[in-house]
């Protein structure tokens, strides 16, 4: 993790099925209102995908390696968004690399993905899910014992830890909650603890339907403890899984 002069934090990370590298940042929402970021959060995430870029870049990864600065006219940053909502990123008229953004606890985050992968992000906090939260319209019971287990039994520790993954897959999926319902997510037991867990999501019913691409467990999580708060990040490996 480290810290630029304008108070932009950055995380890079490996799944530990090797797909990535991820970048992710956050800053402090320039104006917050009582639900979130203000009216610069446009320029809030500017901010944030050139910062990741110029990482990326630096990094010479097998996609990119070729963009040798993204500050210059020649690689002008769009981020456009399709009917969903899904952000997609445009240097010049190229499609960058995939882009995901969250908003919480005051800040707004963004995530790169540094390979052919899909990304979705998000931070849920604990204070959003009290004793009167519907658990079991959104939490299948084994996922949610298994979270207690890694919250040391706090259950909205635990449940801010699985809606933020199930927030991340549908983003990751492009389609959010309009085409995929909570429960049609299962996250699997998690693969590691070096300072948080990574999980393999399966989908079911007609979320597997609408996204074959999901089967054969290729969407993985890696959740990171926050403060008060659980950071998602979700990856999506479009590639073909193959059998032998």
């Known amino acids: 993790m480290t810290r630029d002069s304008q108070e932009i934090t950055v995380h890079v990370a490996r799944f530990v099925h090797q797909r990535g590298p991820v970048f992710c940042a956050s800053m402090p929402c320039a104006t917050e209102t009582f639900n979130g970021c203000g009216t610069n959060e446009a320029g809030d995430k500017y901010r944030l995908v050139s910062f990741l870029l110029d990482r990326l870049v630096a990094m010479e990864g097998p996609l990119w390696k070729y963009c040798h600065s993204t500050n210059g006219a020649a690689f002008p940053i769009q981020v456009v968004r399709d009917p969903l909502g899904r952000p997609h990123l445009l240097l010049g008229e ?33 204070d959003e899910f009290n004793r009167k939260y519907p658990f079991h319209r959104v939490f299948h019971v084994q996922e949610l014992q298994h979270a207690l287990r890694l919250a040391d039994g706090n259950l909205e520790k635990a449940s801010a830890m699985l809606w933020s993954i199930k927030e991340a897959v549908v983003k990751a999926l492009g389609c959010a909650f309009h085409l995929v319902y909570p429960r049609q997510i299962y996250i699997y037991p998690s693969i590691g603890d070096d300072g948080g867990y990574t999980f393999p999501v399966g989908l079911s019913g007609n979320a597997l339907v609408r996204f074959p691409i ?24 479009r590639r073909p899984t193959y059998h032998g």
Do not use: H, Y
């Open 214 to 237: 999901a089967a054969g467990r290729s969407l993985w999580v890696l959740s990171l403890p926050q403060k008060k708060m659980w950071l998602s990040i979700a990856l999506l490996d």
């Open 94 to 126: 190229d499609r960058g690399p995939a882009i995901s953004f969250s908003e919480g606890g005051g800040k707004v985050w963004a995530a790169l993905s540094g390979d052919e992968s899909d990304i979705g992000i998000d931070v849920a906090g604990t």
